[in-house]
C-alpha cells in the first residue's frame, strides 16, 4: 500500500483549518495525513467577535471559536496548538517547528510534507515610538490579545481609553469602550475617520461619532505614549497635544504575515501579500498553497491585486485550497471590496473603489451621492441613509457604492457587490426587481436611487454624450 501523502498546515485559523477540513473530507487518513501548526492556543476562531466580546455584547472565547482543536483531532487532523513554524526549507520539502508552550521546552523538530499550506494570517501594524510596548497598550487581533485587554479592564480602573487609528477595528473599538462606561477618543491621523471610505462619507462618520460621545481627532499623528512612574500608560502624545488615557488600544490595521514566505523566496506582491494563482498555489509551484490575511487577491473591479483581510475570503480560500489539495477542482476568481461595520446604531459599507483607487488605476467616472431612508417616509422608524456611487464615464459600468445610515443600511452594499461581481452598468441597476414593502424599503430602494442618478450623470457627462 502508498504511503498517505501529507499535508502540512501553518495555521490553525480560519483559512488553513477550512483547508485541512476540506482535503478530510475529500480524502480518508490512509490517503492523506494532515499536520497543522498554530502558535497559539485557539483555533477555527472569530477574531471579527473580539469587539463585541469586550464590549459585552456576545460572551468569550468559547463563544467565538468556532472548532477546537479537539474536534479538529476527532476529525483526523493532527493539531500541534503552542507550536510555531519558524522556517520553511522548500527544496528539502519540510518545516521546523518550535514549542512555543510557556511550560514547554522549546524543542525544535523538522517535519516534511507532500503539500504545504501557508495560512499565517496578518500582524497588527505597531508603530516604533516611546512607550509603545507599556503595560496598558493593547492590540486587538487574536483571542489572547483579546483575554489581556479584558484582564486589563477587569485589573485596573480605566476612566478614559484613547484608540490610536479610526478603521475598523478602532470603530469598533471606540464602540466597545463607550459600552463599558468609558471617556473615548480616538485619534486618527487622515482627514476623516474610515480612510475605507471617501473623505466625505467618511466625516458622516465623524459626526455621528461625535454624537455619540466618542471625541474623534482627525489629522493627529501620534509621536509618543507617555507613561507615568509605575510604567504604565497615561497619555498619548501627538505633535500637537497630549489625551489622558487609563488605556491604549491600537487599531492601526493588519499587513500580511509572510516573514517565513520571504524568507523562504516565496514571491509576495506590493502590499507584502503572497501571490497565488485561480485555485491559491503559490504562483511558480505546484504543492505549495496560500490563503487567508497572509496573500493578496484580485480585484475583479480595478484588475490588481489588493490586500483584503476579511474572514470571509479567508474561508472560501481555504476550502478552495482544501478542495484542490483533496483531488478535486475550484478557483477564487476574486474580490470586489466589499464591507461592512458598524460604530453603535450608524452602520458603515463600502464595496468596489473609492474615487482615489478609481483615478489610481486611471478610471474616469463620475460620483454621485444620495440621501433616502431604509423603510417608506410615512412607516414608522425609518432612519436616514447616505448613499455615494461611482460609475465609469461612457460605459456606465458600477465602480463603487458607500454608504453610511442606521438599522437597515449596511447591508444593502450587498446588492451592489453582486452588481459589481457581474460587471452591471448603473442603467441595468434600475431595473433590478429588488423585493419591496414599506416596513423594508422606500418604492425605490436608496440603492437604486443612487444608479439611477449615476446613469444620468453618465449620459449628461462630456465624455457620456
Known amino acids: 500500500m502508498a ?32 499536520l497543522a501548526f498554530e502558535r497559539g492556543q485557539f483555533t477555527s476562531y472569530s477574531a471579527c467577535g473580539i469587539p463585541y466580546w469586550v464590549g459585552g455584547v456576545v460572551d468569550g472565547p468559547d463563544e467565538l471559536v468556532a472548532r477546537t482543536p479537539e474536534t479538529h483531532q476527532g476529525r483526523g487532523i493532527d493539531v500541534r496548538t503552542h507550536t510555531e513554524v519558524v522556517e520553511i526549507d522548500l527544496a528539502g520539502q519540510r518545516v521546523l517547528a518550535r514549542d512555543v508552550d510557556p511550560h514547554g521546552k522549546g524543542d525544535e523538530h523538522w517535519h516534511g510534507f507532500d503539500d504545504l499550506v501557508i495560512a499565517t494570517g496578518a500582524r497588527p501594524r505597531r508603530p516604533d515610538m516611546p512607550g509603545i510596548d507599556a503595560p496598558g497598550v493593547h492590540g486587538v487581533q487574536t483571542l489572547e490579545h483579546g483575554r489581556a485587554l479584558l484582564e486589563t479592564l477587569e485589573s485596573t480602573r480605566v476612566e478614559r481609553a484613547v484608540v490610536i487609528g479610526a478603521g475598523y477595528i478602532g470603530v469598533e473599538m471606540a464602540e466597545a469602550l463607550i459600552q463599558r462606561g468609558c471617556q473615548v477618543t480616538v485619534l486618527e491621523r487622515g482627514e476623516q475617520p474610515m480612510s475605507t471610505l471617501d473623505p466625505d462619507m467618511g466625516r458622516l462618520v465623524r459626526d455621528a461619532m461625535s454624537g455619540l460621545g466618542i471625541d474623534t481627532v482627525t489629522g493627529a499623528e501620534v509621536t509618543e505614549v507617555v507613561t507615568g512612574e509605575d510604567g504604565r500608560v497615561r497619555a498619548v502624545a501627538t505633535k500637537v497635544s497630549e489625551y489622558p488615557a487609563d488605556l491604549v488600544i491600537l487599531g492601526l490595521g493588519v499587513a500580511p504575515e509572510t516573514t517565513l514566505a520571504k524568507e523562504a523566496g516565496l514571491p509576495v506582491g506590493p502590499y507584502g501579500g503572497l501571490l497565488t494563482d485561480l485555485a491559491m498555489r503559490v504562483r511558480g509551484y505546484d504543492n505549495i498553497w496560500a490563503g487567508g490575511d497572509c496573500v493578496e487577491v484580485l480585484d475583479l473591479v480595478s484588475g490588481r491585486t489588493r490586500h483584503i483581510p476579511l474572514g470571509t475570503h479567508a474561508n472560501k480560500h481555504g476550502q478552495v485550497i482544501g478542495a484542490n489539495v483533496g483531488g478535486d477542482y475550484a478557483t477564487f476568481p476574486g474580490v470586489v471590496g466589499t464591507a461592512v461595520s458598524k460604530v453603535c446604531d450608524l452602520e458603515i459599507a463600502r464595496t468596489g473603489l473609492l474615487e482615489a483607487e478609481a483615478a489610481a488605476v486611471g478610471l474616469k467616472f463620475e460620483a454621485v451621492t444620495i440621501e433616502s431612508t431604509s423603510r417608506a417616509g410615512y412607516y414608522p422608524d425609518s432612519r436616514p441613509m447616505t448613499v455615494k456611487m461611482l460609475a465609469e464615464q461612457r460605459t456606465g459600468r458600477l465602480l463603487g457604492t458607500q454608504i453610511v445610515g442606521r438599522e437597515g443600511a449596511g447591508k444593502r452594499v450587498d446588492i451592489a457587490a453582486v452588481a459589481l461581481t457581474a460587471g452591471m452598468t448603473v442603467e441595468q ?37
Open 3 to 34: 504511503a498517505a501523502r501529507r499535508m502540512v498546515v501553518i495555521g490553525g485559523d480560519a483559512a488553513g483549518m477550512s483547508a485541512a477540513s476540506r482535503a478530510r473530507r475529500l480524502k480518508s487518513r490512509s490517503e492523506l495525513e494532515i
Open 429 to 465: 441597476m434600475t431595473a433590478l426587481d429588488l423585493g419591496y414593502a414599506p416596513p423594508f424599503s422606500p418604492v425605490w430602494d436608496p440603492v437604486l436611487v443612487a444608479a439611477r442618478k449615476a446613469a444620468g450623470a453618465v449620459k449628461t457627462s462630456p465624455s457620456g454624450a
